[in-house]
């Protein structure tokens, strides 16, 4: 059973910036960040596997950054430009080379307006 840990939620004003880290306790394939607003259905914010492909939901082109280091088993998701329709609770996504799925706990990223 893989544990992934999460880092660096917050309150931060529109137009700022933040990191989320997620750190794995094993070899994942694929790293990813999902987030859920109250009332909303958790989705997809951005993707990476091992060999560095990503993904991004159109909403978050240009303004999010996934990355990882594969040597540390972690995740990053630099978010730059953060609007107020960014506030949820972000959500790691780890999978197995056999296709486990694994979640972290959430962390609360809040953007005021």
């Known amino acids: 059973q893989v544990q992934l840990v999460e880092s660096g939620g917050g309150l931060v004003q529109a137009g700022g910036s933040l990191r989320l880290s997620c750190t794995a306790s094993?070899?994942?394939?694929?790293h990813g960040w999902y987030r859920q607003a109250p009332g909303k259905q958790r989705e997809l914010v951005a993707r990476i596997t091992t060999g560095g492909t990503t993904n991004y939901a159109d909403s978050v082109k240009g303004r999010f950054t996934i990355s990882r280091d594969n040597a540390k088993n972690t995740v990053y998701l630099q978010m730059n430009s953060l609007k107020a329709e960014d506030t949820a609770v972000y959500y790691c996504n780890a999978n197995g080379y056999s296709g486990q799925n694994y979640w972290g706990q959430g962390t609360q990223v809040t953007v005021s307006s």
């Open positions: 094993g070899s994942i394939f694929r």
